[in-house]
């Protein structure tokens, strides 16, 4: 399966400013998947992200919140703007393994609180 | 219906008892289902895919029953590393997005 290096693990930003988390996957993989798991709650999908095209976002979430990168089949960004206090979370990016067919694999998250 | 539903728990179970689990799906034209476990703090990762078959990978068996859409994960000789939360996954469509559960805490008692 493939190997996700994400980053940062954690990092406790002041509100009104902007995080930008990076995933690496070892593999090339046409969508890579961004959720978001707050505490006690199952993860839900921010948006999946396509190289060369627009991201595609699920209800309430928005591009200007949550801008997506993805430059290439190996790697994507979201960046969290303008955070608040309720974007405290944890972030996950996420593969499928030859499609999906074989499961998903998930960065390691990232630990994100908003003071 | 939701679409995944599972009990959320928790399930408190002595060591070396056998535990089962269900998650029941709404979308009967669901195509992959899969069981992920989730440490504490840490990322979801893939415990067992689940085929029409049934399929068993040691302690660990996992079903599928698409008549009653449901899929079940039955744990034998529980440990106490076994103690998580157990997330049921379904995909409707190759292109479709991933639906979780919301997890079912298990914990192991010594």
């Known amino acids: 399966s493939a190997v996700i290096s994400q980053k940062p693990s954690r990092d406790i930003c002041q509100r009104g400013t902007s995080l930008t988390i990076q995933c690496q996957v070892d593999s090339q993989v046409t969508m890579m998947f961004w959720y978001r798991q707050q505490p006690g709650q199952s993860l839900t999908l921010i948006a999946t992200a396509n190289q060369g095209s627009e991201a595609t976002y699920e209800s309430g979430f928005v591009i200007d919140k949550f801008p997506i990168s993805r430059p290439n089949l190996t790697f994507s960004t979201l960046t969290v703007s303008n955070m608040s206090p309720e974007d405290s979370s944890i972030y996950l990016c996420s593969v499928g393994d030859r499609g999906g067919y074989y499961g998903y694999t998930f960065g390691s998250g990232t630990r994100l609180t908003v003071v | 219906r939701k679409e995944v539903e599972q009990d959320p728990g928790p399930f408190n179970v002595p060591e070396g008892a056998t535990v089962a689990f269900n998650c029941t799906y709404s979308n009967s034209a669901s195509q992959s289902f899969f069981w992920y476990r989730q440490d504490c703090r840490k990322e979801p990762k893939l415990l067992m895919s689940?085929?029409?078959s049934g399929n068993e990978d040691g302690r660990f068996t996992a079903q599928l029953n698409r008549a009653s859409q449901y899929i079940s994960l039955l744990i034998r000789d529980s440990k106490l590393s076994d103690s998580a939360t157990y997330l049921c996954v379904v995909i409707p469509s190759r292109d479709d997005k991933i639906i979780f559960g919301k997890g079912t805490r298990l914990h192991i008692l010594p």
């Open positions: 689940v085929y029409s």
